[in-house]
């Protein structure tokens, strides 16, 4: 297996222009495809998440085209759900903005569809969604274990109308159920079943939704309101936000080994939750400076601090490993979801966090974490988990290498991660 040694290093400084939001990346080009006009994308994420949206829309014959540096995209929309004659395969690796919104937009279009992905995939629940779509009447069959991918859907037209949902283990499913409601011909109202994780995840949704023509009536993140027979509206131009998760990694590189990091294309009006990680950062010490395009850490020492991250659950995962560096225990809470994403997020790094050397506590849904005196060298399992090996970066801030395996797994959002890495250093 490919490995990365990371040696020592002993400061970060500079600057990183910041690869485009998976989220709303894997959002715009779905509401472009079924948006009445064209869309041009600027600064589209290039990562293996996008690729399987890019590919599925390509088989559902929605013509777009790509830059050679694929991150600028130029869709025409067909104004209204799919419509696709034969029978499909659609292939998904394991990206949950393409799955769980394309479930939801397939079961109303005129399409005979089967969704596959990795082996991972098929352990990450979809039952909540399939359950929802089912009260709107949908044709959904498990291929495999119940409540999981792989799927058929024979897609029909939906009329939409009452629906519960439950919110409970990710709003990936909400959002899809969200974006196809505008388009079914009747009204219909959501309820949320148990309390919503991720909601900020929403807030993305219901804004792109908005910049597309369409509003949602949210009553406290319990109900939402849409009226049917609408249409989506191309806005034309959509410059995608940078990364406020993939951000994480440098701006914590920052507060613990700063000199200082600015990251550019997110700013304080950025619409994605991830970017008050920095106030998680701020509140362990770091200095944190906010423009309208870019936040920018500078180190100071940092103490460990105890907090609710469910509304930040990629970002905070960079809490976990930043926690080395800090003085105290870190206490990172309601983060039960970590387990059913890439990989159980909260076994792995309770597991690696160990193999460095720290005292960790892992609890049903939260990780407390006692950094050791010095670092252990260690070799990093990364379990697919793109952000396992991203997060086990920042361990080489100390005077100890740190080894990841195979550390192009980073390829589901950010294959450049760790050249982009390498130039801060210094
Ligand atoms: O809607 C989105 O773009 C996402 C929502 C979150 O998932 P959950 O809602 O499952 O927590 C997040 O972890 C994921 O990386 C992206
Ligand atoms: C949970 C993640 O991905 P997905 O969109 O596949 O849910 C993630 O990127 O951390």
Known sequence: MKTLTLNPISKMNGEVHLPGSKSISNRVLLLAALAEGTTHITNLLDSDDIKHMLNALTALGISYTLSVCRTKCQVQGIGGLFNHPHALTMFLGNAGTAMRPLTAALAASNVDVTLTGEPRMYERPIGHLVDALNQWQADIRYLGNADFPPLQIKGKALSGGKMQIDGSISSQFLTAVLMVAPLLDGDSEIDIIGELVS?????????????????????????????????????????????????SYFLAAAAIKGGSIKVTGIGKHAVQGDIHFADALEAMGAKVEWGDDYIMVTRNELNGIDRDYNAIPDAAMTIATTALFAKGPTVIRNVYNWRVKETDRLAAMATELRKVGAEVEEGHDYIKVTPPATLKHASIATYNDHRMAMCFSLVALSDTAVTIEDPDCTAKTFPNYFSLFSQLAG
Do not use: C
């Open 199 to 247: 909601k900020p995840y929403i807030d993305i949704t219901l804004a792109l939704m908005q910049r597309f023509g369409v509003s949602v009536q949210n009553h406290d993140y319990k109900r939402f309101s849409i009226r049917g027979k609408q249409v989506y509206r191309s806005p034309g131009q959509w410059l995608v936000e940078g990364d406020a998760s993939s951000a």
